[in-house]
């Protein structure tokens, strides 16, 4: 169960708090809805930030009477973002701090305890051929916690975003299952679908000329048997999510790209919400996602909630500069 009898949230699976950035563009706005949606399922404080920074093309000292006004100017920004939030569910409130953005907002997650932080792909710089901003970049390899990531195509909506539908991808390994308590808790308070999905691989055979019948006929078996352990594990999962008040839905496919297969059912069942752990059955936990996650967050036309669990943030602490380039987010667009 992931909701307790009065449908309030579960303290079990609770984060102490939500994080969400701002700089002071429209795109960087669209994640507000979501910060406050995402937060109030969760039973999580929010703190809106903005790191103030000082232009790098201009050398000489700040004026300090103008670096003031823009100090004040950018807290009544923060306290007018805060009172748009007045239908969330969530405690709302706002800070602007100054500094380099991607470092300062580093330190204020790790000093306040942050369990998720909150971005768009782009901001003050706009639409970029490169799929995440430079600072959007930067702290998805570095910052602690899990990320819900806003795509900056997102149309602004509600001031409270709700999700009708929630896609849970997984691949039969306890890492991507750490997701599954986050997932059913948001599904739960919007009353949402959750659609569980899983891409049942093909097995290879190591083939030098064409397969003989008993090859064709070990396939077949393999395949078979695979398919009847996913059904097995997905029905698992359904009964135990299953609470009488969420709808469960599973899909399972079979082979092909597993991201492309992933992105497929988001887009065919118009889902508003990923939830996903970032690894998987690969278990790189020095890396900031594995390869499936990675891809589905450029892919994605619909916000990404990528779950970090404890290892994970532990490895990338302990081991920082070890993924290999091929590891990292790919820079443009899937096509």
């Known amino acids: 169960m992931v909701q307790n009898q009065r449908g309030r949230p579960d303290g079990r699976h ?4 939500v994080l969400a950035c701002f700089d002071g563009s429209d795109l960087g706005e669209r994640s507000l809805p979501h910060a406050v949606a995402v937060a109030g399922a969760l039973g999580a404080p929010v703190t809106l930030l903005r790191v103030l920074e000082r232009s790098t093309d201009d050398h000489a000292p700040a ?16 306290r007018r973002l805060a009172a748009q ?3 969330a569910a969530a405690p709302v409130d706002s800070e602007v701090i100054e500094g380099k953005a991607a470092e300062e907002i580093c330190r204020w997650s790790a000093d306040h305890d942050v369990g998720l932080t909150v971005i768009t ?6 639409y970029s051929p490169w799929t995440l901003a430079s600072t959007a970049r930067k702290l998805l390899d570095r910052a602690p916690g899990s990320f819900l990531i806003i795509p900056s195509t997102a149309q602004p909506g509600d001031p409270v975003a709700h999700y009708r539908r929630v896609l849970l991808p997984l691949d039969g390994s306890p890492q991507a299952e750490t997701a599954l308590p986050i997932a059913a808790r948001i599904a739960a308070a919007h009353e949402s679908e959750l ?17 003989e019948a008993e090859d064709i006929e070990l396939s077949d078996r393999l395949r078979r048997r695979n398919d009847r352990v996913a059904r097995a594990y997905l029905d698992r999962l359904r009964a135990q999510v299953s609470d009488g ?17 992933l992105a497929g059912v988001a887009a065919r069942e118009q889902v508003d919400l990923v939830v996903l752990s970032a690894h998987g059955r690969s278990g790189r936990l020095h890396m900031p996602c594995g390869g499936v996650t990675a891809e589905l967050i450029v892919r994605s036309s619909v916000p990404v909630l990528v779950v970090r669990s404890r290892a994970t943030r532990t490895m990338q602490r302990i081991a920082p500069g070890l993924e290999p380039p091929a590891a990292r987010l790919p820079q443009h667009a899937a096509s």
């Open 245 to 261: 008040h969420t709808k469960v839905r599973v899909i399972l496919l079979q082979g092909g790209d597993v991201a492309s297969r």
């Open 121 to 126: 792909t782009h901001g003050a710089g706009g």
């Open 14 to 17: 609770a984060l102490r708090r």
């Open 85 to 87: 939030c007045a239908e």
């Open 63 to 78: 004026d300090p009477l103008q670096w003031e006004i823009q100090r004040r100017e950018a807290r009544e920004y923060m």
């Open 195 to 211: 659609i569980v999905a899983h891409v049942v691989p093909v097995p290879e055979l190591m083939q030098i000329g064409p397969l």
